[in-house]
């Protein structure tokens, strides 16, 4: 492994509880969902199903929607995409960070992901709170491109990138709810494929 490219330091014990807690509220957030509806669930349920506080609950995440849309996604995004090699461009990278993340996943973890994102999908505030953590995640992109490429993170090509991998994102989600039988890691690594061509619509082929 090079310097650019060090190994990623391993877990600790500490890290793996907190991970571990994390995983626990979101399953039982998600099992209360499903027999009682999202509305219907509050905080106080969800703690007392994941045997810990409220008030401990708030530690791993700041609000119900968080449940639903926060996960670990992001810095294995980052992790890999940092691992990429300096030849390739961006859009490139991106995707082959996007199938080694999800490659990762165990079954237990896309499965969670999908349920999430329908869940996402179907309730309105959950919608709403969502174009928020795309936000955040667009400025998260925008920071990993600008320090590929060196330029600062408000620069418009850079802003213009990541905004074009989040309105991609988008359209995945939304197909993958419209037609649920479809595997969210295919239609994403298609959605990157045809931004890799550079989007050729209404070419021969397309």
Do not use: W
Request: net charge negative; glycine share 6%.
């Amino acid at each position: 492994m090079s310097p650019e490219n060090p190994e990623p330091a391993k877990l600790g014990l500490r890290e793996k509880k907190k991970m571990k807690t994390r995983r626990t509220l979101q399953q039982q957030g998600m099992r209360l969902f499903r027999e009682y509806g999202y509305a219907a669930t509050t905080i106080e349920q969800i703690a007392e199903a994941s045997e810990i506080s409220p008030s401990t609950f708030f530690r791993y995440f700041p609000t119900k929607e968080a449940l639903v849309l926060e996960d670990n996604d992001d810095e294995l995004l980052i992790e890999s995409f940092r691992k990429q090699p300096a030849g390739i461009s961006l859009i490139q990278a991106f995707r082959a960070a996007a199938k080694e993340g999800f490659a990762g996943m165990t079954r237990e973890e896309q499965t969670s992901l999908a349920e999430r994102m329908a869940l996402t999908m179907s309730v309105p505030e959950l919608r709403a709170a969502s174009l928020i953590h795309m936000n955040d995640t667009l400025l998260l992109i925008a920071e990993l491109a600008a320090d590929r490429l060196d330029r600062p993170r408000d620069d418009f090509e850079v802003m213009m990138f990541a905004g074009t991998i989040m309105g991609a994102m988008m359209a995945v989600q939304l197909h993958c709810f419209e037609h649920p039988d479809e595997d969210f890691t295919a239609v994403t690594d298609r959605a990157l494929a045809l931004y890799e061509k550079g989007v050729p619509l209404g070419t021969a082929g397309l």
